[in-house]
């Protein structure tokens, strides 16, 4: 696992030991930030179900003004902490379960990287909690990897469901929060 683009391009990341986290494939990854390449620079990111901070240092790399990552294994914590080290400040790491979290925050983020487990049913969740509770900012980006067969509502204004992205057994789902008031 390593950075792919960016300020810390090669640098390699520690992997969670635990079993049960799954790192995103470097090939999904670059896709992801070919999908944000122009809506990084100076934004606010939250990685959501951050694992090893992969997806948040990444962001970082490319710009994000800063990253808060929740996890709620404090030993996946302590990784995200050493894999993000080089970002300094601008690395934020919350020790939470993900939607307890989602349910209590009253900050909001100009883009969102969601990666839970899969077949958890736990995007479906963070994602209905991010919308409900409109923690995206007008013209942000919520970027949602999860399995092919994971069927997720189409959400309400200022939400929608931009583009599906297909990659064998996974997808991504690119939702954008519509500038101006929702009627």
Known sequence: MRIIAGEARGRKLKPVPEEGTRPTSDRVKESMFNILQFHLEGRRVLDLFAGSGQLGAEALSRGARECVFVEQSGAAADVIRENTRFFGKRAEVRVAEALRWLEGVSERFDVVLLDPPYRSRLAEKALRLLFERDLVNPGGFVLCECAKETDLQEPQAPYCLQKIY?????????????????T
């Open 166 to 182: 297909s990659y064998g057994n996974k997808k991504l789902m690119l939702y954008t929060r519509q500038t101006g008031d929702a």
